[in-house]
């Protein structure tokens, strides 16, 4: 054997590894583990490690290392897990690492459906995961696709409603910026507080027969021991409070409760294994111990913590409103640059403008000299062509004179033609009697004078032209516990007048509301699972996890275990 033995511890979020001797505990190497990490809520984690048979089993911290059935491998593998659960999460939970560590554990029961989460649920606990991973939403520096790299939904949600990829991101990415400035540690918290409502959260199932031999499950839980028929993990059929315990034993596989009411007989079921009964028993010692602890003063160590953990809050909200304070500084100064610049650029625009007007003014004014100047010369040109028409006319009004003159004449000359026409026609009838007369020869006649011709002529006149826009342990076959007996006071079983946070939290209610009423539109009302089809039977009876809780414990322990003979 080696001197030392290599080991490797995987977290929620860290690989550590380490050396240790071979007679090292388990409580050494857990103890090892928590500091390492910084934890000191170390009563909710374990060990967790597969046997040689292939089953999960939790480390014992009473008993070497080497001397439990851990696998044989280099190096031994070893899972830090919660093995218990708060009933309260932001109540109980003191430290950022437990908080942190428990939110991982249960996101990724979430996402592998081990833990059933309706639709709305998932969608708003994954912006919560969103938020705790990358802080608030931050339009330029979460560009489109940020997320398309993250498993975001459990499978089971993706496949019911006829939605992509691209389109689940932005339904995730929008309530993800609903959460504003919130702090990553309190969308931690935010998410717990959720979760722990889910009526698988926190629960460990186990096959179990009653006398009668039905199958059932047996769930263990921070509040106590819940039976479950066969076909529905959701709602259990009846509930002991831890506070209703004092012993628990095994033989074998048969598992005996004995009730603190003397009058109650005693609660027996069996298991199909061995194993699962001492599983059982650790889980039911380790649960009982923690509900009896929380219902105590806190302890000096417990004190000391919360106290540590009070000043270390009140120093980080000291450095985030100074954090605060120094954005929004930088964010007003950001904005007056930013009303400077835009400033600048409209006095820019203006200048710009106003060089434009006066380039157009310019060009107007050119323009405007120009039309004078073409005016001018229209004016000299007119002028020009009035003289000229003045001539013209003097020079019409002349040859209309002459014209006239010339009319004259030739009405004259017209008269003076008609005259000697008539002493024509005359002589001629004179020259005719004297032909016609047998004694008198008559002289030739003279010719006549050749008849006035006049002619006139006309002028021409002018004209003028113009121009126009994203199996076992070999171990003894019985065991019992006998759990810290104490006089209960009614209090103590406050968890049954709780409320879950969504009764709590109008804000919630309506945000869970809007996702339910935004999802039914894409949902596939075939592909839903008994689960599916559970839950929304207790929701239209108005059922949850704590009205549920409250229903399985009415009546006394006596009454119950024999319904439980019954089932």
Known sequence: MPKTINVRVTTMDAELEFSFNPNTTGKQLFDQVARTIGLREIWYFGLQFMDSKGFQSWLKFDKKVTAQDVKRETPLQFRFRAKFYPEDASDELVQDVTQKLLFLQVKDQILADQVYCPPESAVLLASYAVQAKFGSYNKQAHEAGYLSSHRLLPNRVLEQHKMSKGQWEERVQTWHSEHGSMFKEDAVLEYLKIA??????????????????????????????????????????????????????????????????????????????LRVNRGILQLCMGNHELYMRRRKPDTIEVQQMKTQAKEEKLQKKKERDLLEGEKKRRAAIEKEKEEMEREKQDMMLRLMQYEETTRKAERAIIAKEELARQAEDQMKNQEHLAAELAEFSAKIALLE???????????????????????????????????????????????????????????????????????????????????????????????????????????????????????????????????????????????????????????????????????
């Open 196 to 273: 722990q409502d889910l009526e698988m959260y926190g629960v460990n199932y186990f096959e179990i027969k009653n006398r009668k031999s039905t199958d059932l499950w047996l769930g263990v839980d921070a509040l106590g021991l819940n039976i479950y028929s066969k076909d529905d993990k959701l709602s259990p059929k009846i509930g002991f409070p831890w506070s209703e315990i004092r012993n628990i034993s095994f033989n074998d596989k048969k598992f005996i409760i004995k009730p603190i009411d003397k009058k109650a007989p005693d609660f027996i079921f069996y298991a199909p294994r």
């Open 401 to 567: 004179e002459v014209k006239r003159t010339k009319e004259e004449e030739a009405d004259s000359w017209q008269i003076k033609a008609r005259e000697v026409q008539e002493d024509l026609c005359r002589t001629k009838e004179e020259l005719h009697a004297v032909m016609t007369s047998p004694t008198i020869l008559a002289p030739p006649a003279p010719p006549p004078p050749p008849p006035a011709a006049s002619s006139s002529s006309s002028s021409s006149s002018s004209s003028s032209d113009s121009e126009s826009d994203h199996e076992e342990h070999n171990e003894d076959s019985s065991c019992s516990a006998e759990l810290q007996q104490q006089e209960v006071a009614n209090h103590w079983r406050e968890e049954e007048e709780r409320l879950t946070e969504a009764e709590k939290n109008q804000r919630l209610q309506k945000q869970l509301k809007d996702l339910s009423s935004e999802l039914a539109e894409a949902r596939d009302e075939t592909k839903k699972t008994a689960n599916d089809l559970l839950h929304s039977e207790n929701v239209r009876a108005g059922r949850d996890k704590y009205k549920t809780l409250r229903q399985i414990r009415m009546g006394n322990t006596k009454q119950r275990v024999d319904e439980f003979e019954a089932l």
